[in-house]
């Protein structure tokens, strides 16, 4: 590969990195739809993001079964994550 070519990889690298780090930022304390495994559809507010991204942190899991104060998802069990956009 040349200089010019892993020049552009790390740049593009960079780009999504960035992104990446912007949603998880902007994620905190918004209301959210998880897609689970299985077709499972749960909501909850999103609270935090463990380091590594293994896990979500949420509050007020609503799930097919009950509500939980406080849970943490696997970030493996996420098929999807949709974030309320409320621009507040």
């Keep these: ?5 892993e020049q552009e990889e790390q740049n593009r690298r960079a780009v999504l990195r960035a992104r990446y780090l912007s949603f998880l930022e902007k994620a ?3 209301s959210a739809t998880f897609d689970m495994c299985e077709k499972t559809k749960v909501t909850a507010t999103i609270k935090a993001f463990q380091l590594s991204s293994d896990h979500v942190i949420v509050e007020n ?3 097919p079964i009950g509500v939980l ?3 943490v998802l696997r970030s ?3 098929v999807k994550i949709n974030v309320e956009n409320n621009n507040s």
């Design 1 to 5: 590969m040349s200089s010019s070519n």
């Design 28 to 30: 905190a304390n918004k």
């Design 61 to 63: 899991l609503l799930t």
């Design 69 to 71: 104060d406080r849970a």
């Design 76 to 78: 493996s069990d996420i």
